[in-house]
């Protein structure tokens, strides 16, 4: 009984969305016909053209009869002429997408009972198009009941695929029996790793639709970039066909419904295959080739071609499929994976948005007048197949450059070069973020040091006096006595002190090492020792490579090393 009454409800919504749909085309074509006809036409002609445009948004063409004189005006032979428009206004399209799709979602949220709401609302759809063909009688071929079976089932299927999204999403019964006996088939089969199906298939899906939505996105882009370019062609267009200025606004909701075609005829564009506006015309980024067409000022927007810098264009998506790769790869659960589903997810990817926008450009194409007119549009399974291949190339690539790790290369290649590897150590010590992600303990010299500018010192004072200067600002003291060379050693060492006064530190064993490692421990006279910081003492002995030894005398050093030295120094 629930599913029943959820089909009712889906049904009396759906209906009022085609009914919407009909009273937006409804209210510009009787102020045409009120206005500037003044009532002169049939009110029956008038209908059935409002019911044939509703029509022709949902894929069912719209025939035409013209007398001789109509087709001579027209630059046609003087003849009776028949012929069919199917090129849909994919503008109304997309309401019908966007209501059945959010029917479809919500009924999603509703568990196994949902699904009688989506037939439900084909069912509800299918009978609005079933009375528009009775009562309206549109000019068509088509008989009744087909059109009523493709009316229901543009609804139906937005709403189903809404319908299976929301179920996935929700993890709902019958989705997750679905998906069980799915990985039940590929463990029988043998495909992989049969537990990672459920997310490897989603990942896929996912990057497909973000694929699909940033082509898209680029074709827009392109398609404002043409209009902007050619708009004092349009404007020439336009003022040609002397229109009132209702005419004006009819015109402009006429070509507000064709934007979509547009955006899909500049995708296949951008993509190299391009299009036509009749037949033996073809527009591409390489070359354009145009016959007679209809004075729509939408296509004075057509641009020419760009001979050899026409392969800019398939580059553009290139360049958007590495931006998505390169997004893509950033996700946690795209740098777990390993790297044979790292490399086969955005093949599967950009093959299924190949298949997207193939159907969306075979739902773009159509006939816009008679003779060489049938054929205008974008050949699908082209453009489909290049729109693939270059986004999928940049999508490998993007995801190939998300996973590569740098730091790992670039502490490889460090340790060919020369003094690489001191100078990671010295920026290691510099960087707190660093320190606290190895454990080590920071200290007033080491903040002190993160404010000294590592590459001047580098480059004009020796790098130790950097750091003792650094040590002095922060009022850290290793002991009395320190002379200029002893300070070069490690932070807190004691100066060697006269023997007559030196403490004895032997154990008792007599090694001279002390009780407790007189390598370890260090103390001023009258002071108790402290350890010693075994990176600190290898740190300053980096930074004295322009001695021979630490502490010693640098005259004496550096008189007995020869050959080329940086930074150099002057005697």
């Given amino acids: 009984m629930r599913s029943i009454v959820t089909a009712a409800i889906a049904a009396i919504e759906a209906a009022a969305v085609g009914l919407a749909g009909l009273v937006i085309v409804a209210v510009p074509a009787l102020l045409l016909w009120v206005v500037t006809f003044e009532l002169a036409a049939e009110p029956s002609t008038v209908l059935s053209a409002i019911g044939g445009i509703w029509l022709l948004a949902h894929w069912v063409p719209m025939g035409f009869q013209l007398d001789p004189e109509t087709a001579l005006g027209l630059g046609q032979p003087p003849e009776d002429l028949s012929f069919a428009l199917s090129l849909a206004p994919l503008g109304l399209t997309l309401i019908t997408v966007l209501l059945a799709a959010r029917a479809g979602w919500r009924f999603g949220g509703r568990g196994g009972t949902g699904a009688a709401g989506v037939l439900g609302g084909a069912l509800g759809f299918g009978a609005i198009g079933l009375l528009v063909v009775s009562v309206v009688s549109p000019s068509t071929a088509w008989p009744g009941w087909l059109v009523t079976l493709v009316i229901a089932s543009v609804y139906g299927a937005v709403a189903a695929v809404a319908f299976v999204a929301r179920a996935a999403r929700d993890d709902h019964a019958w989705w997750t029996s679905v998906l069980r006996a799915v990985q039940r088939g590929s463990a029988f089969l043998g ?36 209009l902007v370019v050619g708009y004092p062609e349009i404007i020439g267009l336009t003022q040609s066909l002397q229109l009132d200025p209702l005419g004006s606004v009819l015109l402009f909701l006429i070509q507000l419904a064709l934007v979509p075609v547009a955006v899909a005829w500049a995708l296949a564009w951008l993509t190299g295959a391009g299009f036509s506006v009749g037949a033996g015309s073809s527009v591409t980024p390489f070359e354009t080739l145009l016959g007679p067409m209809p004075a729509l000022p939408l296509f004075g927007a057509i641009p020419q071609g760009w001979d050899a810098l026409g392969a800019l264009a398939p580059a553009l998506l290139v360049l958007t499929g590495l931006g998505v790769g390169i997004l893509a790869s950033r996700r946690p659960e795209a740098r ?16 299924i948005a190949g298949l997207a926008i193939a159907g969306l450009c075979a739902l773009a194409s159509g006939s816009l007048g008679p003779g060489r007119l049938a054929e205008a549009g974008v050949h699908p399974w082209r453009t489909g197949g290049l729109a693939a291949a270059e986004l999928g190339i940049g999508l490998v690539l993007g995801v190939v450059a998300g996973r590569v790790d740098y730091a790992r290369i670039r502490t490889a290649m460090s340790r060919g070069v020369p003094g690489a590897e001191m100078f990671e150590r010295v920026r290691g010590r510099r960087d707190p973020h660093a320190r606290e992600a190895a454990g080590q303990e920071t200290s007033p010299l080491d ?50 002190a006269p023997a007559a006064e030196e403490p004895d530190r032997s154990d008792a064993s007599g090694d001279g090492s002390g009780g407790s490692g007189g390598s370890d421990v260090t103390a001023a006279p009258g002071e108790p020792r402290k350890p010693k910081d075994p990176e600190e003492d290898e740190l300053l002995r980096a930074f004295a490579w322009d001695r021979d030894d630490v502490g010693g005398d640098r005259d004496t050093a550096r008189a007995r090393r020869t050959g080329w030295r940086w930074p150099r120094r002057s005697d």
Avoid: H
């Avoid at 777990?336 to 093959?351: E, K, M, N, T």
């Avoid at 950097?466 to 932070?491: K, N």
């Fill in 191 to 226: 495909w992989g790793d049969a537990a990672t199906l459920p997310a490897r298939a989603a990942q896929t899906v996912l990057l497909a639709i973000a694929l699909l939505a940033a082509a898209i996105g680029v074709a827009a882009l392109a398609l404002a970039v043409a």
């Fill in 336 to 351: 777990r994976a390993p790297w044979s589903a790292a490399l086969v997810i955005p093949v599967v990817a950009a093959a």
């Fill in 447 to 496: 903040d002190a040091l993160e404010t000294v500018p590592l590459d001047d010192a580098l480059e004009t004072v020796p790098l130790d006096d950097a750091i003792r200067d650094a040590r002095d600002s922060t009022g850290v003291d290793p002991g009395p006595g320190v002379s200029d060379g002893a300070d070069r050693d490690a932070r807190g060492a004691a100066p060697e």
